[in-house]
Every structure is written in C-alpha cells, then in structure tokens.
C-alpha cells in the first residue's frame, strides 16, 4: 500500500467541535445551516458521510468553502479504506501460514519468510492472490469454491484441507486453460488403455509428455503438480464447458509411483463416466468411498492388472519377492504396481518389500 495516512478523525468530529464551540445546539445548527436534524446527527455519530451539497452547506455556513470539507471527508475515506485494506493483509497473512514454503517458492518462485516486513508480506500476497485468481486468499476458506464439486467424504473437512484443496485446483485449472485438446472422446481413451499401462514401466520424463499428447488427442487435459502438504487429496476430474473436453489433474502422490499409477487410472475411469455437472475428488481413503468412487478403484485396478490373472496369482498364496518379479515380467508391469496391490488387498504388510517401492522425481515448470 501506497500513501498512507497514519490517522484520521470522521468530519462528524469536527462539525460537533464547532457548533459546541458556537454554543448552539443540534437542531438550532441545523436550521442555521440548512441540514436536516437527522443529518446533523448521523454526521457528528459518524454514521454518515460529507456530501458535495453537505459541503456546500457546511461551507457556506462557517464561510470557509466547500473545498476543506471534502478534504476531510476524502482523507477519512483513505484511512479507513487504508485500515480495511491492512486487515484484509494480515487476514491473508493468517491464509499463507497454511502452506508449505517448498511447495510455495519451487512452484511459484515465491520465498515466504515467517519474519518480513509489512510491506514484503503485501508482495508475497499479491503474488499469491494473482497465482490463486482469488480477489482475498481468505476466499479459499470457502467450502463451495467450486460449484460443481463432489467430495465424497462423509464428514467435514477442517479450514487447512479446504483452503489448500480450492488452492491445489486454483492452480490446476490455471495449468489447463494454458492446453489445447479436441473435443472428448471416449473411444479414444478405451482404446489407449493398454498403451497408457505400458507407460508404468518409463520415468516420467518420458512418460508425462506421451500422456499429455494422447490424452488431448482424446478430449482431456493433463495436469500433474506436486502434492500440496495438507491439502489430504490426489486428483480431480472435471468437465470444461466451454472446450468440450475434460480436466484430468493429480498430484505427485508424494512421489509414491505405485499411488501415482493408481490415482491417474482412478481419475482417468471418472473421465470415462463424464459427469458434466461435478467435478470429482479424489481423497485416497477407503472409508469415505461411494459408488462411483468404488467403481473408479475398480477400474484403475482391473487397468493396471488384468482381473483374471491377478486371481489366479493371488490363489496360489505365495508372495514372496521372487514370485512377485515373476508375475509383474509376465504382465509386462513393474513390480511395485504389483506390490502395492498386495499391501492394499491386505496379502503382504505395508512394511514389508519398502526397498522394491518407486519414487519419482518430476521436474515442474513454474506456474
């Protein structure tokens, strides 16, 4: 903020000064004056402001011109904009303690320091409010940012999840409005199942890029970004009206390549059942599953494994790591695809087989 004034008083102040010091009372100076008695009094309450025609009275009445009158009137208006606009910051101040500084300065080039000056924490927020396309960070706090929205979740989230879910997809529609596609088509996708489960076995430099391109050719766009610390949610799907095609967004899932590969086949079985009136979340919790969320688990699963020989596999009731590098080379999958299933149906411990899992490093341009 720019010229600021360090305090003023209401114009009211000033006028109750005067007639007190003229010994007059209200009314008596609003009949002199040619005010009405109601006026007087909200004016010297401080309940209303100094009109161009008030002006014109009060100059005319105490013979120092309209001109100062609107002086103080304007001067009053610019402090207590000034102090509504410096509460507005320090509430958007409360906003920014909610994320992660990595997540903040390697995606945005934006550096949040806990101790700054007034004026580098404004910059810090205008950047945001800009890279968020929100008018006040405190807008995220809004449960229903996104109209169109299903949650799946049986309970309530609590301020943090929803401030930086609605910022996590502020960014995510960002990203896609930067992307071209043509126009949804579902044939498309089904028919590139195979080839996208191929892709399990690459890194995601070369991955990412045969996805964006395979999937714009089908009417979605991709978008990957990293996962937000506390924001407690994986991926959305989401219709866009106005191209005709769908928003496919994850996060990194921490790096975890097995989540990865899951939650894009998850999002990608929400793409296939197009509801053009929601978007979908995707919370990685099995407790908070509906219908359609289940069958999305059931189609990223029969995705990554085929159904019959997984069966087959997991009759056998042996899963040691010899076995399992075995299966995953007959399905031309890697094996911590394999593993993870496992853990998830409750057949190996999660402890068990930690050195066989995938992490992945993603390289993000800023947005």
Request: charged residues 30%.
């Amino acid at each position: 903020m720019t010229n600021k004034v360090r305090y003023a008083s209401h114009p009211g102040v000033y006028i109750k000064d005067a007639i007190e010091e003229l010994g007059m009372s209200q009314s008596e100076f609003a009949i002199r004056s040619g005010l009405s008695i109601k006026n007087v009094s909200t004016l010297i309450n401080g309940e209303s402001n100094i009109t161009f025609e008030v002006a014109k009275k009060l100059g005319s009445f105490f013979q120092n011109g309209e001109e100062g009158w609107i002086g103080l009137q304007t001067r009053y208006d610019l402090y207590t904009n000034q102090e509504k606009i410096r509460l507005e910051y320090a509430d958007d101040w409360e906003i920014v303690k909610n994320f992660d500084k990595n997540f903040i300065r390697q995606l945005m080039g934006i550096e949040i320091k806990g101790k700054s000056r007034e004026e580098d924490r404004e910059q810090v927020i205008d950047e945001l409010r800009k890279k968020f396309n929100v008018g006040e960070l405190t807008n995220l706090k809004t449960p229903d940012l996104y109209v169109f929205y299903k949650t799946h979740v049986n309970k309530e989230l609590n301020e943090k999840t929803i401030i930086l879910r609605n910022a996590w997809i502020s960014l995510a529609e960002k990203e896609a409005r930067k992307k071209e596609c043509k126009e949804y088509n579902k044939d498309i996708i089904l028919s590139n199942l195979e080839f996208f489960r191929s892709l399990t076995l690459e890194m995601p430099d070369t991955f990412i890029p045969k996805i964006n391109e395979k999937l714009a050719e089908a009417g979605i766009k991709f978008v990957i970004l990293p996962y937000l610390y506390g924001s407690n949610f994986n991926g959305i799907t989401k219709w866009i009206n106005k191209d005709k095609c769908v928003l496919l967004a994850i996060n990194d899932c921490g790096k975890d390549a097995g989540k990865l590969w899951f939650t894009f086949f998850h999002e990608l079985g929400h793409a296939l059942q197009n509801n053009k009136r929601q978007m979908t979340i995707f919370y990685d919790n099995k407790a908070i599953l509906d219908d359609n969320e289940r069958k999305a688990n059931e189609f990223a699963k029969d995705c990554l494994i085929d159904k019959q020989k997984y069966n087959e596999f997991v009759n056998k009731g042996c899963f040691n790591i010899n076995e399992i590098v075995a299966f995953s080379r007959k399905l031309q999958i890697p094996e911590f695809i394999v593993i993870g299933r496992l853990q998830n149906d409750g057949l190996v411990p999660w402890n068990l087989y930690q050195d066989r899992k995938v992490r992945y490093t993603i390289q993000y341009e800023k947005v």
